[in-house]
């Protein structure tokens, strides 16, 4: 599956944990990786994989909120939402989003450019609101500085994330 | 107190091992393996440091709980916990981002000191840049002798792995962590028996948070006296990180001694309160899961475990989240609710329906629709909630909303009879 690089990924993987059933979550993320989403048949190769039951390795998928079982936009928006970006303003950043893009939480635009989810806090809380973008973590937000990023993602260019958690340790 | 801990950051290349050796990175591991372990030991207990986690209990104890003499079919573990998700808490982040070696000498001191032959470190699976920098760092690190075999010549072999969580917060607590690290869902495990006795793959382990660990090398370099010197008393004692967000001018981390006064992080650190003319109402002092406290009950407040306990609350992850008068209570609270609800694991009764229904019953109260013996049966439900499962994530939704309404009932009481805020209405 996904090619030889990738299968000799799967053996360190493997060899790190004192049991092969240890690799369960890192082969997870490298399926997502590569497919975008946990597929069924993901699923049962890594159960193949690791000598374990297809069930078990769904039961794996299914407890964790960042293994996704579909396929998302090709930008997932993932607003924070917990205490610290609320008293910030992330429900501002929330009604906006949802304004321009015309999809509710859970949804994807037609074109499947965005998908919109709520997340719970990420760690990022002193740079409050923020929104993690697939991987990357884009924080300090208000209106203006979310309308250039979803600018920025429509013309399919990566803007720089952060700043990061130490603004206030360097000055 | 010259900085420990966030020492490196903001210096060009803090994450490469070249820089950070520079910088003397890794020189009190290599002190460290000329010493007997239990030596080690000593000295940390010497230092006072005890857990950065949360619950604060004494490193230096814990560390000797370990075996002694661990079998190649029953080795010791290390983890360090690494799962950073309590809401308002980020310092553990700007280790990993900005010092990765300081963390790994602190695994590798930590892990000759308890004779361990593999340290673990579980990074929430959100962090990826964090997990990026550590993978890099490990493989820097094993390339030049540092993690592996016979490490500075002691006869001593230790690896580090690093694994990735997936986005579920009830993995910080230390028996699901080890479920989740075995290949599982992450439900915590009943104690005892303990970690040290029977913890991952059933042996004998050490769950550690990062800020603990990234302590050791400077008690090392350093010596406990320096350390213990640092803070209020002998049960408070070191440096500290602090993260502060919410209504202040200056959100972040800050490395402060430890027993600093709240107060004082607020006004001089954090520049004040964000919006001039505003008045402090309430702080959650140790991050969500901990009581809240009314803004007379932060004056004079020294930020440390015993000082913030004995005003009925807890320092936890010291992740201080301040809201200034214009805030909804309510608002903070159903907000709160909702997070548990959907991080409950599910496993025991009370927490699996205890957490929607206090979510079910703070968000009528939000909307409109509160009723009049609501208040008494959100404290009902929440008090069967304490105290009767399995690990503290039913207390952690119960104390809060508890502490919310105990303190702040008048605002509660005005949704259910005016169907509105009073915040709003002036």
């Given amino acids: 599956m996904f090619g030889e690089a990738f299968e000799k990924k799967v053996d360190e993987m493997v060899a790190r944990y004192p049991q092969p059933r240890g690799a369960v979550m890192p082969l997870l993320h490298m399926?997502?990786?590569?497919?975008?989403?946990?597929?069924p048949e993901a699923e049962a190769w890594i159960a193949q994989r690791l000598g374990l039951a297809p069930a078990y390795v769904h039961g794996v998928t299914t407890f964790y909120t960042m293994y996704r079982t579909s396929k998302q936009g090709r930008y997932l928006l993932q607003l924070c939402t917990t205490v610290s970006c609320m008293l910030r303003g992330c429900d501002n950043v929330l009604e906006h989003i949802k304004q321009r893009l015309g999809i509710e939480e859970g949804e994807t635009t037609a074109d499947g450019t965005f998908t919109l989810v709520t997340v719970e806090c990420l760690g990022s809380c002193g740079t409050a609101p923020m929104m993690q973008v697939n991987d990357d973590y884009y924080e300090d937000l208000d209106i203006e500085r979310v309308d250039a990023l979803l600018d920025a993602?429509?013309?399919?260019?990566?803007?720089?994330?952060?700043?990061?958690?130490?603004?206030?340790?360097?000055? | 107190m010259d900085k420990v801990l966030t020492r490196l950051v903001g210096v060009e290349g803090s994450r490469t091992l070249e820089v950070a050796r520079r910088h003397g990175a890794y020189k009190s591991l290599e002190a460290a393996v000329k010493l007997d372990p239990a030596e080690i030991v000593e000295k940390v207990k010497a230092s006072g440091l005890r857990g950065r986690g949360g619950a604060g209990f004494p490193t230096?104890?814990?560390?000797?709980f370990m075996p002694k003499e661990p079998t190649p079919e029953r080795p010791n573990y290390l983890i360090c916990n690494a799962d950073e998700s309590e809401p308002g808490t980020f310092k553990d982040r700007v280790i990993i981002e900005e010092d990765p070696h300081l963390l790994i000498e602190g695994c590798l001191i930590s892990s000759f000191a308890m004779r361990c032959s593999c340290a673990f470190i579980y990074i929430r699976g959100e962090y990826t840049l964090g997990a990026r920098v550590l993978e890099q760092a490990v493989a820097e690190a094993k390339a030049a002798g540092l993690v592996g075999k016979n490490i500075f010549a002691s006869g001593w072999d230790c690896d580090v792995v690093v694994h990735r969580g997936a986005g579920a917060y009830i993995c910080g607590e230390e028996t699901a962590l080890m479920d989740s690290l075995e290949g599982g869902r992450g439900n915590p495990r009943l104690k005892p028996p303990f970690p040290a006795q029977a913890g991952l793959y059933g042996c004998p382990t050490t769950i550690n948070n990062v800020e603990t660990l990234a302590n050791l090398p400077a008690i090392i370099e350093r010596g406990p006296e320096w350390f213990a010197g640092i803070g209020r008393n002998e049960r408070n004692t070191g440096p500290k990180l602090y993260c502060v967000s919410g209504h202040v001018k200056r959100p972040g981390v800050y490395e402060l001694p430890i027993s600093t006064p709240l107060m004082e992080i607020i006004d001089e650190h954090c520049g004040g309160l964000l919006r001039e003319g505003s008045r402090l109402k309430a702080v959650i002092p140790g991050g969500s899961s901990v009581p809240v406290l009314r803004a007379e009950e932060c004056q004079d407040l020294p930020m440390d475990y015993d000082a913030v306990a004995e005003r009925g609350s807890m320092l936890g992850s010291a992740a201080v989240m301040v809201m200034d008068h214009t805030t909804d209570m309510v608002k903070v609270m159903a907000r709160l609710s909702h997070f548990y609800a959907h991080e409950s694991c599910g496993q025991c009764t009370p927490c699996r329906e205890g957490t929607p229904w206090l979510e079910k019953i703070f968000q009528r109260i939000l909307r409109g629709e509160g009723r009049p013996e609501d208040l008494d049966l959100l404290e009902s439900v929440a008090s069967h909630m304490q105290g009767t499962t399995i690990c503290p994530l039913a207390d952690a939704a119960a104390m809060p909303a508890r502490s919310f309404i105990s303190k702040f009932?008048?605002?509660?009481?005005h949704?259910?009879?005016?169907?509105?805020?009073?915040?709003?209405?002036?």
Avoid: N, T, W
């Fill in chain 1, 31 to 39: 399926v997502q990786e590569e497919e975008g989403y946990v597929s």
């Fill in chain 1, 153 to 171: 993602l429509e013309r399919g260019e990566r803007p720089e994330p952060g700043p990061g958690p130490c603004r206030v340790l360097v000055e």
């Fill in chain 2, 60 to 64: 230096g104890v814990k560390m000797s």
């Fill in chain 2, 409 to 413: 009932r008048d605002e509660f009481e």
């Fill in chain 2, 415 to 426: 949704y259910i009879q005016h169907g509105r805020s009073a915040v709003a209405a002036g």
